[in-house]
């Protein structure tokens, strides 16, 4: 038998609980895995309160991305074999907050060693979205990328992979988040009131990308610093994004594989700031669910 946490119905955490299951079996295109870490994102609490549709059949499974090791492998697969270490996205109706789950396997990568277990569950999601992000409008070095939302997991590893480029990064998030943002080498802008002045005030031409991982008013008021709308990208708000005269980022196959080798050789840190065990997986939802977490909360069976 294994666990696994699941939501019995749409709506508040009261929904949710830590259940007895078999372990899943794989599909054809699937990898059966144990877990070994588990990230856990905004998109987790948004899918059971609602907020992304009602098509996940119940009770549903909560957790979109994971690391661990192989024990079974379907049908149509290659490339992979039991025993492999691997971090990928739970397949179609499974979850990661779980002892066992289920990968797809096309959007799975092999672990390379010199990432820990933690760090790898944090790039299927996050990684892979910074990494389309950051690369969906090309800057040349010395150009300025704005992160709205910088301290969360996807805007940290952002803000490196800009630095990396050596682009001009600029982050707002909450002032209790400037270390972490500054340990990025982005010059951090607390959020809020006045954030767009406070932009100029460093970036008095405007920014040559927006990267937008909040949305909503937040994304209104700084949209202003853009020095064309067309190079605000949005993870977060796509119908605002899109009325502004932005666009939504464009997820591509080829970032997971991309980020893992730029944290394979340490240019990226995932910077994983909470571990919870599989027993306080609803902690973990909850943390995440309060918009507190500086950096990124993961769940270790």
């Known amino acids: 038998m294994s666990k696994a946490l699941v939501f019995a119905a749409y709506g ?8 007895e299951r078999p372990a899943p079996a ?8 144990e877990v070994k870490a ?3 994102n905004p ?3 948004k899918i059971r309160a609602g907020q992304m549709g009602s098509h996940w059949p119940l009770p549903a499974p909560m957790g979109r991305e994971a690391s661990g090791v ?6 149509e697969v290659e490339n992979f074999a039991v025993g492999d270490m691997v971090l ?25 060693e010199e990432l820990s277990f933690a760090d790898a569950a944090a790039l299927p999601v996050a990684g892979a979205t910074a990494y389309d992000v950051t690369h969906q409008i090309e800057l040349e070095p010395g150009q300025t990328m704005l992160i709205l939302g910088a301290g969360g997991g996807v805007g940290l590893m952002a803000a490196q992979i800009g630095n990396v480029h050596k682009f001009t990064v600029i982050g707002v998030a909450s002032a209790a ?15 809020g009131e006045g954030a767009a002045d406070r932009v100029r005030a460093i970036a008095p031409e405007g920014v040559d990308v927006l990267i937008d991982l909040v949305g909503g008013q937040a994304l209104r008021d700084l949209a202003v610093v853009a020095k064309d709308p067309s190079v605000i990208i949005s993870t977060a708000d796509p119908t605002t994004v899109q009325q502004l005269g932005g666009v939504a980022v464009v997820r591509t196959r080829e970032g997971l594989e991309k980020v893992t080798g730029v944290a394979q050789y340490g240019l990226v840190d995932p910077q994983v700031t909470d571990r919870y065990s599989l027993d306080r997986a609803a902690e973990a939802v909850a943390m995440v669910e309060a ?3 500086a950096g990124k909360v993961i769940i270790e069976p």
């Open 12 to 19: 508040g955490p009261e929904t949710q609980e830590l259940v």
């Open 26 to 33: 794989p599909g054809p295109g699937e990898l059966a895995i």
């Open 38 to 40: 588990a990230g856990v």
């Open 43 to 45: 998109a987790d609490w």
């Open 70 to 75: 192989v024990t079974a492998v379907g049908a």
């Open 88 to 112: 990928g996205l739970a397949a179609k109706g499974q979850g990661t907050f779980a002892k066992h789950t289920v990968l797809d396997a096309a959007q799975t990568v092999q672990k390379p």
């Open 177 to 191: 988040k400037q270390e972490l943002v500054e340990s990025t080498g982005a010059t951090f802008v607390a959020s």
């Open 291 to 293: 918009g507190h977490t």
